[in-house]
């Protein structure tokens, strides 16, 4: 059982747009501004798209956004592309004896 | 090109051993906190461990505690998990990863290590 929780997945159709959540804690998601977003092709390595809470990375589309509201982080796709069809996996910080969890994904599917 | 190559995976016994390598090029190496992530087949991302630009703070995720070892080498420009006492439970492809701004901004393309008997 993976520390965060994510839906197991999500669709829309192209165009549109999706939300994906990431419960956590407050020793995780809930106490720190370090949640990340990584998003995975299958067969490729991870590729970060959001950054301490809801920083992009350059070269990260704008139609990528996130946000956090107590112990849930989301993540924001609009104007859904073929191309965003992946697995996207919510990351933190966290004051345990594991200081980085992650959770346990979510696979988008582009109707 | 900036980039993380990773080496040394393969087929081991349960109880085995296996060093994994990560190249690192085209950026300051010594100035990041590096770490190892691992992805089970078909399962998530399961963050292994961490170790500071120097070397002299490691991290480690609860089940490889006292088998497996993280470290670098700055001039070498080389991250590398010494991993011991293998499980089948560690089957996974292992990735490296740059740790920046608390997420891991730069990835290998993985390894894959298989523990089967």
């Known amino acids: 059982q993976s520390a965060l929780t994510q839906p197991a997945s999500v669709s829309g159709s192209p165009g549109q747009s999706i939300t994906i959540s990431c419960t956590g804690t407050?020793?995780?998601?809930?106490?720190?501004?370090?949640v990340s977003w990584y998003q995975q092709h299958p067969g490729k390595a991870p590729k970060l798209m959001i950054y301490?809470?809801?920083n992009r990375p350059s070269g990260v589309s704008n139609r990528f956004s996130a946000s956090k509201s107590g112990n849930t982080a989301s993540l924001t796709i609009s104007g859904l592309q073929a191309e965003d069809e992946a697995d996207y996996y919510c990351s933190s910080y966290a004051s345990s004896n594991t200081p980085w969890v992650f959770g346990g994904g979510t696979k988008l599917t582009v109707l | 090109e900036v980039q993380l190559v990773e080496s040394g995976g393969g087929l081991v016994h349960p109880g085995g051993s296996l060093r994994l390598s990560c190249a690192a090029s085209g950026f300051a190496f010594s100035s990041y906190w590096m770490r190892w992530v691992r992805q089970a087949p078909g399962k998530g991302l399961e963050w292994v461990a961490n170790i500071k630009q120097d070397g002299s703070d490691k991290y480690y995720v609860d089940s490889v505690k006292g088998r497996f070892t993280i470290s670098r080498d700055n001039a070498q420009n080389s991250l590398y998990l010494q991993m011991n006492s293998l499980r089948v439970e560690d089957t996974a492809v292992y990735y490296c990863?740059?740790?920046?701004?608390?997420?891991?901004?730069?990835w290998g393309q993985g390894t894959m290590v298989t523990v089967s008997s």
């Open positions: 990863a740059r740790d920046n701004q608390w997420a891991s901004d730069m």
């Open positions: 407050s020793s995780d998601v809930g106490g720190y501004n370090y």
């Open positions: 301490e809470v809801s």
